[in-house]
Nanobody
Framework: QLQLVESGGGLVQPGGSLRLSCAAS????????IGWFRQAPGKEREGVSC????????NYADSVKGRFTISRDNAKNTVYLQMNSLKPEDTAVYYC??????????????????WGQGTQVTVSS
C-alpha cells in the first residue's frame, strides 16, 4: 500500500520553529519530486515548497522564502520541511505530495500523485 505520512505539526508561538516530516511507505521516494502544500480554513490549497528527486533543486513560495527549508533523505525515504520564524499566517494543515518526475533536477508546486493525510500547524500566542 502506497502511503505518505506527515508528522511534526503542532502549536507554536510566533517566531518559533517546527520541523515537518513526510515519510513514505510502500514505495521509494527516489523516483519522485516532493512538494509541501498547505490549506488554511476558508482558503485554497497553496504550494509551499518542492524538492527535486536528486535534492539539487528546491523551490519556495514567496511567502516562505528565507524562513522555510526543504530537504530530503532518500536513504530514510523521508522529506523534511524546516519552518523557522513562524507567523500566524502560516497556520494551516500541511500536506506532502509525491510527484513522479523523469527529470532528477525539476520540481513544481502545483501537483502530486500521492498525498498524505496532513498535519496541523497552528501559530498563535
Amino acid at each position: 500500500q502506497l502511503q505518505l505520512v506527515e508528522s511534526g505539526g503542532g502549536l507554536v508561538q510566533p517566531g518559533g520553529s517546527l520541523r515537518l516530516s513526510c515519510a513514505a511507505s510502500g514505495f521509494t521516494l527516489d523516483y519522485y519530486a516532493i512538494g509541501w502544500f498547505r490549506q488554511a480554513p476558508g482558503k485554497e490549497r497553496e504550494g509551499v515548497s518542492c524538492i527535486s528527486r536528486s535534492g539539487s533543486t528546491t523551490n519556495y513560495a514567496d511567502s516562505v522564502k528565507g524562513r522555510f527549508t526543504i530537504s530530503r533523505d532518500n536513504a530514510k525515504n523521508t522529506v523534511y520541511l524546516q519552518m523557522n520564524s513562524l507567523k500566524p499566517e502560516d497556520t494551516a494543515v500541511y500536506y506532502c505530495a509525491a510527484d513522479a518526475f523523469i527529470s532528477k533536477t525539476m520540481c513544481v508546486m502545483t501537483r502530486g500523485q500521492y498525498w498524505g493525510q496532513g498535519t496541523q500547524v497552528t501559530v498563535s500566542s
